[in-house]
């Protein structure tokens, strides 16, 4: 019978079935400790009151662990593949080794160390299914989250590992309420054969002798077999509490290739965590602590069957990744704020900074003297003049080319000089100079080297004193043009007009009682900078 009360379990717990051919035994892990336990008998009744358990208990993860009779174990080698060749050859080995089971398992323990190097397997089936099908129907009804089938031998593998000494040989004897006496033989920690003898109810008849009579059973048939290695003595673990390992010590005797150990169940489980006191011989509850507490592999179960548990699992990680997102968000979205709120205060404090600051210059600006001008144009003024400043260019060279010029020619006078500077030794400088090739007819340009800006101006003068001699005013100014030519930082220089108009298309008039009362001309020079000093 079970209780009706409907138990409270979070996402943590879980339950494990163990299964026999008389009995069936859930356990429930709570909190990380064992909790309460549930026995039903393989009858039709007890298969209605499983179905009422599952009906009246929260859907939780569920594990069933097997220990029965029809469970065999072969010893077989496969080629060292991988991959797709390596199942192909597990499942026809299954096939030709267990024809009528689809609850089987491979174990690749470890590899040969001669000739091809196979690798060694154990394979494991339950020979008759019926045992256990009945049960897994009803799991299958309610859609139980199935973890997976295993075998007790797995979990008697698991407590091996944990002993403090690691024999080669070590053959495990251990007592189950509901299955009998399970006696599991593994040569360096990895399992060889496992056998299960039917027990008497405890207390009809003495146990030490029938469990010293199963041992001897089995350790003739290993030795038949050659199963044990007779290069290191065969550990034999005896696993119940105080009195009857007392009882089994008094009938075994050492030898130098049989010892015995006798370990008391309740000292391993407390060792194990359980806070259970272990009050029989019996190791259903050290076994299913044990198990519970770790996460095992599953043996028998298939993919159908562990559908809904794989399906139980992929949402807890969808929901756990949510909830991380969820979380993230919420940080991230405080983070923002707080950085918000911090920008905000800043603009705010900047301003109040910008408003005292222009109420401080306006105060200021008003007990400035008045200008004619405002503010903002003197600004501009200042700029202009550092930019000119920055980037000045004068006629200084410009005009001691011509002062050199003039020594020569003292009666030349100036009238005026147009500057200005340029990137192009071609601008022009007036309109007038646009006529300064026609005028001349004879420019000649001096070789010139890599100059920064050019220089060019526009020179008037005239002749002083002058007679009314056109020819020889005109050779005078031919003279002077030649001079400043001759200069080296002359780059161009030609006449744009001569005191008298002396080009093809000019009309000559006069008479004998014209006097020429002055001889005005016009040069254009072009000098070349170099630097910024010119």
Same mark, same amino acid.
């Given at each position: 019978?079970?209780?009706?009360?409907?138990?409270?379990?979070?996402?943590?717990?879980?339950?494990?079935?163990?299964?026999?051919?008389?009995?069936?035994?859930?356990?429930?892990?709570?909190?990380?400790?064992?909790?309460?336990?549930?026995?039903?008998?393989?009858?039709?009744?007890?298969?209605?009151?499983?179905?009422?358990?599952?009906?009246?208990?929260?859907?939780?993860?569920?594990?069933?662990?097997?220990?029965?009779?029809?469970?065999?174990?072969?010893?077989?080698?496969?080629?060292?593949?991988?991959?797709?060749?390596?199942?192909?050859?597990?499942?026809?080995?299954?096939?030709?080794?267990?024809?009528?089971?689809?609850?089987?398992?491979?174990?690749?323990?470890?590899?040969?160390?001669?000739?091809?190097?196979?690798?060694?397997?154990?394979?494991?089936?339950?020979?008759?299914?019926?045992?256990?099908?009945?049960?897994?129907?009803?799991?299958?009804?309610?859609?139980?989250?199935?973890?997976?089938?295993?075998?007790?031998?797995?979990?008697?593998?698991?407590?091996?590992?944990?002993?403090?000494?690691?024999?080669?040989?070590?053959?495990?004897?251990?007592?189950?309420?509901?299955?009998?006496?399970?006696?599991?033989?593994?040569?360096?920690?990895?399992?060889?054969?496992?056998?299960?003898?039917?027990?008497?109810?405890?207390?009809?008849?003495?146990?030490?002798?029938?469990?010293?009579?199963?041992?001897?059973?089995?350790?003739?048939?290993?030795?038949?077999?050659?199963?044990?290695?007779?290069?290191?003595?065969?550990?034999?673990?005896?696993?119940?509490?105080?009195?009857?390992?007392?009882?089994?010590?008094?009938?075994?005797?050492?030898?130098?290739?049989?010892?015995?150990?006798?370990?008391?169940?309740?000292?391993?489980?407390?060792?194990?965590?359980?806070?259970?006191?272990?009050?029989?011989?019996?190791?259903?509850?050290?076994?299913?602590?044990?198990?519970?507490?770790?996460?095992?592999?599953?043996?028998?179960?298939?993919?159908?069957?562990?559908?809904?548990?794989?399906?139980?699992?992929?949402?807890?990680?969808?929901?756990?990744?949510?909830?991380?997102?969820?979380?993230?968000?919420?940080?991230?979205?405080?983070?923002?704020?707080?950085?918000?709120?911090?920008?905000?205060?800043?603009?705010?404090?900047?301003?109040?900074?910008?408003?005292?600051?222009?109420?401080?210059?306006?105060?200021?600006?008003?007990?400035? @003297?008045?200008?004619?001008?405002?503010?903002?144009?003197?600004? /501009?003024?200042? =700029?202009? $003049?550092? *930019? !000119?400043?920055?980037? %000045?260019?004068?006629?200084?060279?410009?005009?001691?080319?011509?002062?050199?010029?003039?020594?020569?020619?003292?009666?030349?006078?100036?009238?005026?000089?147009?500057?200005?500077?340029?990137?192009?030794?071609?601008?022009?400088?007036?309109?007038?100079?646009?006529?300064?090739?026609?005028?001349?007819?004879?420019?000649?340009?001096?070789?010139?080297?890599?100059?920064?800006?050019?220089?060019?101006?526009?020179?008037?003068?005239?002749?002083? @004193?002058?007679?009314?001699?056109?020819?020889?005013?005109?050779? /005078?100014?031919? =003279?002077? $043009?030649? *001079? !400043?030519?001759?200069? %080296?930082?002359?780059?161009?220089?030609?006449?744009?007009?001569?005191?008298?108009?002396?080009?093809?298309?000019?009309?000559?008039?006069?008479?004998?009682?014209?006097?020429?009362?002055?001889?005005?001309?016009?040069?254009?020079?072009?000098?070349?900078?170099?630097?910024?000093?010119?």
């Amino acid at each position: 019978m079970i209780s009706s009360l409907k138990l409270k379990f979070d996402i943590f717990n879980r339950r494990a079935v163990f299964l026999s051919a008389d009995k069936l035994a859930v356990y429930h892990w709570h909190r990380g400790e064992l909790g309460t336990s549930y026995l039903f008998d393989i009858d039709e009744q007890g298969q209605a009151n499983f179905e009422r358990y599952l009906q009246e208990t929260p859907n939780t993860p569920l594990s069933i662990v097997v220990d029965v009779i029809e469970e065999e174990y072969r010893q077989d080698t496969i080629p060292h593949v991988f991959g797709s060749d390596r199942r192909a050859i597990i499942e026809r080995k299954q096939l030709r080794l267990f024809r009528n089971s689809t609850y089987c398992h491979a174990d690749i323990q470890d590899r040969e160390e001669t000739g091809r190097k196979d690798d060694n397997v154990l394979f494991m089936s339950l020979s008759n299914p019926g045992v256990i099908r009945p049960w897994l129907r009803l799991v299958e009804k309610y859609k139980v989250p199935l973890a997976g089938i295993y075998s007790l031998t797995s979990v008697i593998s698991s407590v091996l590992e944990t002993l403090p000494v690691q024999p080669v040989n070590a053959l495990v004897v251990s007592l189950q309420s509901i299955s009998g006496l399970r006696q599991t033989y593994f040569y360096k920690k990895k399992l060889r054969v496992s056998r299960l003898a039917k027990m008497p109810r405890f207390g009809t008849s003495p146990y030490p002798a029938k469990i010293a009579s199963e041992v001897e059973k089995i350790h003739r048939y290993m030795n038949s077999m050659r199963l044990v290695s007779h290069d290191e003595p065969l550990d034999i673990y005896f696993l119940a509490n105080g009195e009857l390992l007392d009882e089994l010590k008094s009938l075994q005797t050492d030898s130098a290739m049989i010892r015995h150990h006798m370990l008391d169940i309740d000292i391993l489980a407390r060792a194990d965590g359980m806070k259970r006191t272990q009050i029989t011989p019996f190791c259903d509850q050290f076994f299913m602590h044990h198990f519970l507490k770790r996460n095992m592999p599953n043996c028998y179960a298939s993919g159908t069957e562990t559908r809904y548990y794989q399906m139980r699992r992929i949402r807890h990680v969808l929901n756990s990744i949510s909830m991380a997102m969820l979380l993230g968000g919420a940080v991230y979205s405080g983070m923002n704020l707080m950085e918000i709120v911090t920008l905000k205060q800043e603009s705010d404090a900047s301003e109040q900074k910008a408003s005292f600051y222009t109420t401080r210059y306006e105060i200021a600006r008003e007990r400035l @003297p008045k200008t004619p001008v405002e503010a903002a144009d003197l600004k /501009t003024a200042v =700029e202009l $003049a550092r *930019t !000119l400043k920055e980037y %000045k260019a004068t006629p200084l060279k410009m005009l001691g080319v011509l002062s050199k010029g003039l020594d020569v020619f003292p009666g030349i006078k100036l009238d005026s000089i147009e500057w200005t500077s340029s990137v192009d030794p071609d601008a022009i400088s007036d309109q007038a100079s646009a006529t300064a090739d026609k005028a001349s007819g004879n420019t000649d340009i001096q070789a010139a080297g890599s100059y920064k800006y050019y220089q060019i101006g526009v020179i008037k003068a005239h002749l002083e @004193p002058f007679d009314g001699n056109y020819r020889e005013a005109i050779g /005078t100014v031919n =003279e002077f $043009a030649e *001079t !400043l030519r001759n200069n %080296k930082v002359v780059y161009d220089l030609s006449i744009v007009s001569f005191p008298l108009d002396i080009s093809s298309d000019a009309s000559l008039q006069g008479n004998t009682r014209t006097i020429g009362k002055e001889a005005r001309f016009t040069l254009r020079a072009v000098i070349g900078v170099a630097d910024e000093t010119g």
